[in-house]
């Protein structure tokens, strides 16, 4: 079955990097997503990678997959108090005929002067 | 704009009552679904729909509901049967086949009093 795996929480220092990892298991995704949630609040994408890519740079978020060993990362560069949140790990996967996203537990993400 | 729309933002549920949640998306999306999340857990899919009266169940169904009598409406109800009910709900919705994303609501919190 699908099962992506997460640390639950992170803490860095204002300005420097953040990284969050994550492990999945169906070596069939198809994309694989990083999802940002604020308190009470919904899920806001990030950023995905599609699955015959082994990096994807967005600004200051860089996001690296290593499809042999299923692990996906998230790379936060010069991590401000704006981006404490829970950061969720997806990836899409067909099923039945259908597409479903199998999200991980999230990453609480806590930035400290 | 669009996007996608929940309401009510807070909901309270005495015991043995059934409540409807409301998700109503101007995406023009064919795929819809509910999530709930519970604190440590991540998101678990409860029932999804990939087109107008059609749906699946998803990992956590039994005491819930759905239907799709339009494309735009996705409601979910959380029936007396559900036996811990008291948790954060988040609709999502995206195009089918070849989506990249799906885009979600700010989501219905609802706790049993």
């Known amino acids: 079955g699908e099962d992506v795996e997460q640390s639950l929480f992170l803490s860095v220092r204002e300005g420097d990097s953040s990284v969050i990892n994550c492990t999945y298991t169906?070596?069939?995704?198809?994309?694989l997503y990083w999802y940002k949630q604020e308190p009470g609040a919904g899920l806001q994408l990030l950023t995905y990678?599609?699955?015959?890519?082994d990096m994807k740079q967005d600004q200051r978020l860089t996001v690296l997959l290593n499809k042999k060993d299923k692990h996906l990362s998230l790379r936060i560069a010069d991590t401000q108090t704006g981006d404490s949140a829970i950061y969720f790990c997806?990836?899409?996967?067909?099923?039945?005929?259908?597409?479903?996203?199998?999200f991980g537990a999230g990453t609480r993400l806590a930035v400290h002067p | 704009d669009g996007g996608i729309t929940q309401s009510p933002k807070y909901l309270f549920r005495k015991e043995g009552q059934n409540v409807t949640l409301s998700c109503e998306q101007n995406?023009?999306?064919?795929?819809m679904y509910w999530y709930r999340q519970d604190p440590g857990q991540g998101l678990r899919l409860i029932y999804y729909?990939?087109?107008?009266?059609?749906?699946q169940k998803g990992d956590i169904a039994e005491g819930y509901s759905v239907s799709r009598e339009k494309k735009e409406s996705f409601p979910l109800t959380v029936t007396s049967a559900q036996k811990n009910p008291t948790a954060f709900y988040l609709c999502?919705?995206?195009?089918?086949?070849?989506?990249?994303?799906?885009?979600f609501g700010q989501g219905t919190r609802l706790t049993v009093v």
């Open positions: 999502a919705s995206s195009t089918s086949g070849t989506a990249t994303e799906a885009f």
């Open positions: 169906d070596s069939s995704s198809t994309y």
């Open positions: 990678i599609f699955s015959n890519m």
């Open positions: 997806a990836e899409r996967t067909w099923e039945g005929g259908y597409n479903k996203l199998i």
């Open positions: 995406l023009n999306h064919d795929a």
């Open positions: 729909s990939q087109i107008v009266n059609d749906f």
